[in-house]
């Protein structure tokens, strides 16, 4: 008898303690879905000083909603720098808000770096990805990564949206992606069935 009263006040001590710690996972995803995307954050902050680990599930809500929004690209990186082992662990619709966010932000070594682990590990990759990756890579006129890029995009029959795709030929606009700007132009006059004014008043000839 005495064996099993021990036992049971074990069991209730648990109980009670189990009871007394927020589960901070579900205060994450709460705070996601409510658009207290800072308040999500603080939570990460919190639950390791309650031994609890951010999931994996949690993580990727937490990093879309980050990547969606317009919060500061440090944020972001507070809490990979915290917590490095979720880049390895993020699901493919994650990472592809990732690279888009930082190949917006001009992170663009990162956002490369992110990109060709997806592409290591055969994840899909969203036609938003490779259009904000392809733009940022032709900003900063880092030929050889963005025609390693293009052959990948190319290849897996990439198609802009028309607003990226304008963008992208604009910058494409240059004697050393002549061939590239051709090519896309013909991808969107056929993709979208639209006239070649329809592009816009972006001419090659301007910038040769």
Sequence with gaps: ???????FDKIMVNVLHDAMIPDFNSLVLKNCMDGDIKVAV??????????????????????????????????????????????????QGALNKLVQKYSRRGCTCWAKL?????????????????????????????????QLCWEVAHNSIWLPALKDGKDLLNCLCQP???????????????GFRCKPLEIGRASCRERV
């Design 1 to 7: 008898m005495l064996f099993r009263s021990h036992e």
């Design 176 to 190: 050393k992606l002549l061939k590239e700007a051709v090519e896309l132009l013909e991808a969107i006059l056929m």
């Design 114 to 146: 992110i990109f060709d682990n997806m592409i290591r590990m055969k994840l899909e990759i969203e036609n938003e990805t490779y259009s904000a990756l392809l733009i940022s890579l032709c900003k900063r006129a880092n030929l050889r990564s963005f």
């Design 42 to 91: 603080k939570m990460v902050d919190e639950m390791s000083q309650w031994g609890q680990v951010l999931s994996t599930s949690s993580a990727s809500i937490l990093i879309k909603r980050l990547s969606g929004s317009h919060i500061n690209i440090k944020m972001i990186n507070s809490v990979l720098e915290k917590l490095p082992y979720l880049i390895y662990q993020l699901d």
